[in-house]
């Protein structure tokens, strides 16, 4: 018995010292967090900061519950990760009676399409392959264009502006005559381009050429040069600037539109955080690419060259 508690008493010795040693070897590493992106959808893209200051082994005891499984470690040094996740069975039976077992005393909120639930109801509260699908119809893309357009509108607005008064400026000084001939137009055509791609794409996005919203609403954007265009030329009171002005409005107008048109990916029922940061890696460089040539040579900045 003596031999036994030694026994039992030396491996608690052994226990504590190896205890003691994994602590002073791995550190609890403290983390804070850098930026939070909200989408409409209710997820939220969340950067958190991590400062190891030491070599060795760090244990970040508070994780994050990510949605999806989008979790993601980046480090400029040679890191190795070690994520331990604790699995939880789920239930297999999806039955009426078992899923309000498991919501006895849980707050639920459930959400169905009003001409749905008469069918729902009268099939004993069974749902059909129609009932589960998730509509996103004319009704519903228009219902989020008053949103955008009022929240970029102050943006919007002010570039507006700054095309209409900076067409003043030129090298004999500022010219009301310029603000008129060129700030005008190149306001007007802004605002054209804000327009559709805050309206447009959301309405014809089923019909739109292309998968990402980024190219939905280039092609929006075109579509509407294209237009001005025709009507400037039939028009004859209108006067077509040259060939670097036309230029100038064929990548500004698409890239506002196209960048507009993204927006509406949160809203959307079928896009996803990894595809839509796919999509803006690949579409912002050649929006910013596309509107800075245009600003080069655009006409409301004639003067100044």
């Given at each position: 018995?003596?031999k ?29 967090v ?10 939220a893209?969340?950067?958190r ?32 990760v ?30 169905f399409r ?26 519903s893309?228009?219902?989020v ?11 919007a607005?002010f ?113 996803s ?33």
């Amino acid at each position: 018995m003596q031999k036994q508690l030694s026994i039992l008493l030396a491996l608690a010795v052994l226990a504590t010292f190896a205890t003691a040693s994994y602590a002073a070897d791995s550190m609890v590493a403290s983390d804070r967090v850098e930026s939070i992106g909200l989408f409409k959808n209710g997820l939220a893209y969340v950067t958190r900061e991590i400062e190891i200051t030491n070599s060795g082994e760090s244990v970040l005891a508070d994780v994050p519950k990510p949605a999806h499984g989008s979790f993601w470690i980046e480090s400029p040094a040679g890191v190795q990760v070690d994520v331990r996740v604790t699995e939880r069975e789920q239930p297999a039976s999806t039955s009426i009676a078992r899923l309000a077992k498991m919501l006895d005393g849980a707050t639920v909120t459930a959400h169905f399409r009003a001409e749905d639930l008469p069918a729902f109801l009268d099939a004993g509260m069974k749902a059909t392959p129609e009932m589960r699908r998730v509509r996103f119809p004319l009704r519903s893309r228009l219902a989020v264009v008053p949103v955008e357009l009022v929240l970029s509108a102050k943006y919007a607005l002010f570039i507006a502006a700054c095309f209409l008064l900076l067409a003043g400026l030129g090298r004999d000084g500022y010219s009301a005559a310029r603000v008129k001939a060129a700030g005008l137009s190149s306001a007007a055509l802004f605002l054209v381009g804000w327009l559709v791609g805050g309206a447009l794409v959301p309405a014809l996005l089923p019909w739109l050429p292309g998968r990402s919203f980024s190219a939905k609403g280039a092609w929006t954007g075109l579509a509407a040069v294209l237009a001005v265009g025709a009507y400037a030329w039939a028009s004859p009171n209108i006067v077509v600037g040259d060939w670097l002005s036309v230029a100038a409005w064929f990548l500004m107008i698409p890239a506002v539109a196209s960048f507009l048109g993204m927006n509406f990916t949160g809203a959307s029922t079928y896009t996803s955080l990894s595809g839509v940061q796919r999509e803006m890696r690949v579409a912002v460089p050649i929006q910013i690419t596309a509107a800075s040539v245009g600003v080069l040579l655009c006409p409301a900045f004639g003067g100044l060259q």
